[in-house]
């Protein structure tokens, strides 16, 4: 009898598809602050899912892979209220999720670390570029994915550089964020032998940034904001704050073109990037949300497509061994930039090429021919391993 | 059809050998910007005309026969045929949307397409224009290869990064071999011991065991003073004796020589700028690689494994097919 049954449950198993164990879940979660940043541009206001949108996308992305794996992802999203706070929430959410993808402000980004250090909790910033955070305040429990301050005034220096317009007008606002852009674009042109002829500050005297009379004043106060500057090549603005660089172009005294902060921008990712396989991703992604994707949305799928790439690797949805993947040697992902992606160990910053776009097209692609390093040209973007002040504890 | 090929190309290069001092085939060069196709004329190295087709052409093979060559057109999602005779589209077939590469299967009848944009492999009755069904795959399918006896048809999937081996009689997913990052294209060789498939962003050549259905060696690629990011393998092609593969590795302007054997490179043969794939000639005296940004055709002569010749083509050439005119 005994025998018999066992011959029995032999052969169901023998006849069971190869995959009815339970899949592996991994959880997913996305923490960002409620709200919608300022824009100048009407057509540039991001919609109220940038960034989730597109780790939504990575997550349909490795459930398609995962269904062959056994491994199933999902995605919980957790927006922030004015004077909630960070750390409480990111433990709640913690419970759920072994990993979870960031769009906070640096200070927020540190205190959510702090509070999932001895959790084992993995964050992945995908809307901070302050540098600080890969530099003195690094932790070794954040993975940075997006690109620094300093990466994208790299990638545009040297492009700048490459072009021959080396004398730059340097124009910055006069908050807290366009100084930090406007000392990055400072040590990018230093580095790469650009020279500023003459700086100047734009003060930001408050108000609306839309008004039903604007375009008349702007007409009159850039052309006279920018007259009597030395010879110069390029205008080059630094105004994260978005309070006036794109008042710039068409508008200056003198015939020139504007980049940073407006004209030619640098980005980790634009809707127009069509190269290296990217028409999939595009298409995918509208399809999808009914929008274009951006980069916050682009550093979001990124950010979840690496999670999803670790765990095939490593065949396990344990949140150590997959972030013990990521940080390895052996990591690497595609990301429609035309060559795979790898994390710096030193700081476990992201490196990735930039885009150089002009809000309709991709002009060019950063590291520029030329600029070598010994290790890896995307090195020569942001501060290299000699440069970090970085002790990951 | 290779049988096929292979008995009629001896009995010509036998032919030829005392006839003709270079071998006369035809090439077909899909030219993924110009929307054109160059077709070459092997026996003087000429381009002999240009074809318009529909948008973005890509994939591009001749059908059993010789007489039609298909060519994925990606951008009007469909397969246009070129009659060979004409040397013009003649009619289309239908596809799912953003059709890249495809198989045909031995007797010519059932074609089996990658859709990139929608994570299928379609199949297509040849005769009857129609579509038999779709087999979903894992995300963006792009490389195709059918096992020498049939059975087995290879899809590779670029952003999921497998190997999908898909059984052809059931239309079955049977096994899926996880292979390095952004694979593109597989090559069987001949005797059915072994499936190659080229990861692009990954660097390398899994060698997979098609019985065991796994990943038994990866082949490397180094060449000095070149970053290993620039490494970028893509098409494959291996001569019919199992002995020489050749891989196009991308933006490295180069094509390496793999001794199968032992999986060793032997030899890095300098192309044109970025190249995509590689044809033999069918008496694989020569093969053909596809340099996309440099819009041209480079001939490596096999034995001497040298590059002899370029060909300016049309616009960002991307694949190509040969055969006896």
Redesign the interface.
Known sequence: MIRWLVAAIGLSVAAAPVLAAAPIEIGIGYLGRAGVKPKLSLVELPAENDGVAGARLAVE?NN??GK??NQRFTLEEVRLKDNEDVGKAAATLAERAGFIITDLPADDLLKAADALRDRGTLLLNAGAIDDRLREQDCRANVIHVAPTRSMLADALAQYLVWKQWKRWLFVVGSHDRDKLYADALRRAATRFGAKIVQERTFEDTGGARRTDSGVTLIQRQIPTFTQQAPAYDVLVAADESEAFASYLPYRTWDPRPVAGSAGLVPTSWHAAQDQW?AI??Q??FVKLNSRQMTALDMQAWTAA?MIG?AT??TKSGDPKAISDFLKGPDF???AFK???LTLRDWNLQLRQPILLVDGRMVVSVSPQEGFLHQV???DTLGADRPETKCKLR | MRMWHHCLISGMALWLAAASPASAFIAYVSNEKSNTVTVIDTSNWSVIKTIKVGQRPRGIEFTRDGKFVFVAVGDDDSIQVIDVAKQEVVDTLPSGP?PELFALDAEGKILYVAN??D?TVTIIDVEKRTRLGDIQV???PEGMAISPDGKILINT??????A?FIDTTTRQ?VA?V?VD??PRYAEFKRDNSEVWVSSE???TVSVIDPVKREVTKKIAFEIPGL?S??I?PVGIGMTKDGKTAFVALG?ANRVAVVDVASHKVTKYLLVGQRVWHVAFTPDEKYLLTTNGVSNDVSVIDVAAQKVIKTIQVGELPWGITIAQP
Request: hydrophobic share 25%; aromatic share 2%.
């Open positions: 992305d398609t892979t062959f794996l396989g999939q991703i298409n995918r497509r790439e095939s690797r690497s992902v595609a035309g060559r795979r890896s040209e995307l | 953003d990139e944009n994570n894992g995300v963006e999937s670029e952003t999921t990064n497998m999908h997913i899926n996880l990052a952004r962003i990954g660097g970053r990011e620039a970028q933006p």
